[in-house]
């Protein structure tokens, strides 16, 4: 819990002793914005600001989702990654991708998030979508990282569980045989589309974003001030599962919608979902 920095997770203990956060890349609630062809490389220069000023100038690692989740489906600058992580290995520290939401396909125009981004992490955290629903989660890193576990003890109970594994594997081969990747691509683009078309209409929307089935929009009360519309995407949520679509949210104050819907998603439960977001907004 130490990592994250959303407030849900922090309670009123110590706690995160060594850990340090930059500042969010959002290009819709940052000081730098969509606009700006340098804001990557300027967002990243405050992860350089955290190494100078808050560290000894030597860290162990950096982590990153390569897509923000929770976080409200926040797509990072072009060039973030790539900066932030020359930061980080500069200080002699692992630069690490969780890929727990963005991974498998679901950008639709690369396996992995980090690849949106030019980059190569050092290790890689994976789950969810490697299951299907099963219980697994995985690590990914090189063959020098992983034999430093030869000298420490690593321990867990359900590790390794070979029914788990072969679901994974199970996953793995049915995204490539059924083209999930190729089907993210189609019909997040549908959706976005579609997103786009109803911020046109409902001036609650205050920004569309995300990649293949990893979309978000955020709901200000004006999209001037961007004040955050928290009751207004609460009431959405719960007016679009009385009419049988379950959504998520997200965001610092609750106030962003996700879309991360099964990869196997068709046209008709794509315009499904934008008709009952369209009424939903409606009764906001």
């Known amino acids: 819990m130490g990592l994250t920095a959303h407030r849900t997770w ?15 890349p959002d290009p819709y609630r940052g000081h730098f914005g969509r606009d700006d062809v340098d804001a990557g490389q300027k967002y990243a220069a405050d992860v350089k600001q955290v190494l100078d000023f808050a560290t000894s100038g030597q860290v162990a690692a950096f982590i990153a989702e390569s897509i923000q989740g929770v976080g409200g489906c926040v797509v990072f600058p072009d060039g973030y990654l790539k900066h932030a992580y020359e930061h980080i290995r500069a200080a002699g520290g692992l630069c690490i991708a969780d890929e727990v939401q963005a991974g498998f396909g679901r950008t639709g ?80 683009s549908r959706i976005l589309t579609g997103l786009h078309q ?11 974003r995300g990649k293949g089935l990893m979309l978000g929009i955020e709901l200000v009360k004006d999209r001037r001030t961007k004040e955050p519309a928290k009751e207004e995407c609460a009431q959405v949520v719960e007016t679009a599962k009385d009419m049988g679509l379950l959504l998520g949210k997200g965001g610092l104050w609750g106030q962003t919608i996700r879309f991360s819907p099964p990869m196997c998603l068709n046209e008709q439960d794509a315009d499904f979902l934008l008709e009952v977001l369209d009424q939903s907004l409606q009764k906001a």
């Open 10 to 24: 922090k309670f009123n203990v110590p706690h995160s002793f060594g850990v340090h956060h930059a500042v969010a």
């Open 109 to 188: 125009t690369h396996y992995w998030g980090f690849e949106t981004q030019g980059v190569v992490p050092d290790s890689v955290t994976m789950a969810k979508g490697i299951g299907n629903g099963c219980p697994l989660g995985a690590v990914v890193t090189t063959p020098k990282i992983a034999a430093a576990l030869s000298q420490r003890i690593h321990f867990n109970t359900f590790g390794g569980n070979p029914v788990v594994c072969a679901q994974g594997k199970a996953v793995l081969e049915v995204i490539e045989e059924e083209k999930l990747q190729e089907n993210a691509l189609k019909i997040g």
């Open 198 to 208: 109803l911020k046109e209409k409902h001036n609650v929307i205050g920004d569309v």
